[in-house]
């Protein structure tokens, strides 16, 4: 196959979007069974990535339909931004979806309001003493949830770097690099796998301990975990320009795509028990799809020579989960790509359709298309 698996990717995508958005309208999916989505409530931390992929893909067909869901669905979440106890550190996958991506792509006043405020908020949550952003409020399982923090927040951080941009205070900033230098020091480990969960004394800020949280064990390699941390750390990169980060960045690309099996599907957690059957070794297209996106990018900072192994790896993910893993071959299924595997320990949402999944094999195809606007 040449390159016309590209706009054909596209294609697939905008037609499909097309009829999830009579489908699925204002509401906020989060995992596919049986063919639907299943809705969650706004407060979900999923609840950007609907309407993030609507406006990816009006940015290339300017359906009006598309816009008028994104819209409402920011609309439909205003009520948490006067809740903080609603929201936590997700707020930044949340707002840059919705707030940031209406007004980068039309300028709409009252976006750009709701984004600053979000980015209040988010630096709001950082821990002076540990130099982390909290993760989650206190209903995650644990009564205290003040001294946690976690790899995926590297993805909040793009809404900080823009609130400093916007505004020309540089608070959001340095919030952001004092969160990123803090996951270099205890995330990131020498090979380049990640930890999922950190945990400080959050009044000392001293590290109490290492969780495995959404992966199988505190030492293993959660494969989106992993996929955040390549895309997080190449962002931070781009908005700060910082080598180490870059390097770190590095690390973590090489041993993720060291880490794919032939049919470049992660298993969702690199480390887990070759037991031979389907009892532990569940795939996430999810996963591949975050780490493409973040390779893509990687590749424009990498040295030459280099950036042909990101570009490369990128493409290879993309080109898989669109080949062996879409929906493009079954009307009914409402998922883009299959395959996603969104909590193993909890055996949730097990071998589905993930609206992430979805969000970031759109935004990768559409890189791959020509669009160059990151909503990061
Ligand atoms: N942020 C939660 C996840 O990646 O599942």
């Known amino acids: 196959m040449n390159n016309n698996w590209k706009k054909e990717a596209l294609n697939f995508i905008i037609e499909k979007t097309e009829v999830n958005n009579r489908k699925i309208g204002v509401n906020f999916p989060h995992a596919s069974h049986d063919g639907k989505y299943k809705l969650e ?16 893909v009006y940015s290339q067909t300017n359906d009006d339909s598309l816009k008028i869901t994104a819209e409402q669905c920011e609309e439909k979440m205003d009520r948490l931004l006067t809740n903080t106890e609603c929201i936590d550190h997700d707020m930044g996958f949340m707002w840059t979806l919705t707030s940031l991506a209406n007004y980068k792509l039309t300028g709409n006043k009252e976006s750009r309001r709701r984004a600053l405020l979000a980015a209040n ?5 950082f821990n ?16 205290d949830n003040s ?14 770097y823009w609130a400093s941009e916007e505004t020309g205070d540089p608070r959001f900033k340095h919030i952001a690099k004092r969160h990123v230098n803090m996951v270099l020091e205890h995330f990131i480990r020498e090979d380049g796998s990640v930890q999922h969960m950190v945990v400080f004394d959050s009044e000392t800020g001293e590290v109490v301990e290492k969780l495995g949280g959404q ?21 931070s990169y781009k908005y700060t320009k910082d080598i180490k980060i870059l390097n770190a960045a590095k690390k973590t690309a090489h041993y993720f795509i060291s880490n794919l099996q032939d049919n470049k599907c992660p298993v969702w957690d690199f480390r887990v028990p070759e037991d031979g059957e389907k009892k ?58 299959m395959n996603g595997t969104g909590h193993f320990p909890e055996q949730t949402n097990l071998d589905v359709p993930l609206i992430y999944g979805d969000y970031y094999f759109v935004e990768g195809i559409s890189i791959l298309n020509g669009d160059e606007l990151l909503f990061w």
């Open 41 to 56: 409530n706004e407060q979900w931390w999923t609840a950007g990535f609907w309407p993030g992929l609507l406006w990816k």
């Open 121 to 125: 908020l988010l630096s709001a949550r």
């Open 128 to 143: 002076t003493e540990g130099n982390y952003i909290r993760a989650w409020n206190a209903w995650i399982g644990r009564k």
């Open 147 to 160: 001294g946690v923090a976690i790899i995926d927040c590297l993805m909040n951080l793009p809404l900080l």
């Open 215 to 235: 992966g199988f064990a505190p030492n293993s390699a959660w494969a989106r975990g992993c996929a955040w941390a390549v895309y997080g750390l190449t962002l």
């Open 280 to 337: 532990y070794r569940y795939p996430d297209s999810s996963a591949g799809a975050i780490a493409a996106c973040g390779l893509l990018l990687l590749s424009k900072y990498a040295g030459e020579f280099e950036d042909y192994i990101y570009k490369n790896a990128g493409e290879e993910i993309l080109k898989a989960l669109y080949i062996e893993c879409s929906s493009k071959d079954n009307e009914k299924e409402e998922g883009l790509i």
